[in-house]
């Protein structure tokens, strides 16, 4: 995929890997149609990609929990650029805790901001993509979609979802021009984790780094997108499974049982 003049659309564009990625986007001359409920933030994001020499529109306020909030930004997308090529489904939140104490409206919020929404903006952009036999949708999944943690079930269980429907529908768009592709960051500093970011480390992603690979997916697209040093526990995933299962249970019980130490939302 050329990105020079590609119109390209990113959700949860306000902040972190989400504005990362429309400013790397900019940067390659691509013509921007960003999303959030931030309206200050995104109009500051869209700010900076205009500086960077790209085209950038904000739609409206977007929640990706209100199907028609999405439906009209992909809409808004197609009235200025005619033309969809890159969705990025970046938007989403996490909550971490004990499964049985979450409240219902937490479980129908992230199901529906991490799964629904972007589920709804790929079918809202497909029509156009199709008509022009390429495209590519490109969900911004977690290390969480492959190796679920606990006391994080439920965004586990969306991510796992999020990654369910790329495979699902790669296989269904085959053929078509239309690449779909899961990204799967691990552990980035953004306000993600909100007051309680993660320190820096080897297992510690910036925003920069997972917009790099997010680009580099759009250009040359692949089923799925591991960042370093995240490829070893793909691949030892299916044996280790079981063990780590109990080992990460054990770990996270002590971090959530240390006062003081209880991040508001899951990686
Ligand atoms: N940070 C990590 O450790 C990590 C690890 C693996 C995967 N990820 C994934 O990476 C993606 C981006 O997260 P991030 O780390 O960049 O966190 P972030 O800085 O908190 O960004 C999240 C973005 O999603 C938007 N968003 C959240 N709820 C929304 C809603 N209902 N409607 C519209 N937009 C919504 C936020 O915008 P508004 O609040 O302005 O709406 C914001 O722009 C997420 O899908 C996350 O699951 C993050």
Redesign the pocket.
Known sequence: MRLKGASVLV?????????ASARLFARSGARLTI????LD??HEVADQCRHAGAEAVVVRR????RPADVRAFVAGALRDFDRIDVLVN?????WRGRFQDMPEDALR?LIE??LT?PAVAIQAALPAMLEANSGVIIN?????GFRATPYSAVYAAT?HALVGLSHALRGELSGTGVKVCAVY????R????GSAP?ADGPFVHR?EQVARAIVRTARWPRRDVILAPYRLAHLVEPVLGGPLDHLLGEARRRALDSPGDRPPSG?
């Open positions: 959700t949860g564009a306000s902040s972190g890997i989400g504005a999303c959030a409920r931030r933030r995104l977007t929640d990706m929990t970046n938007a989403g939140v996490g919020t901001t991490n929404g911004v999944a977690s290390v969480v991510k960051p691990g552990t980035t953004t306000e993600f984790r993660p925003a990686s």
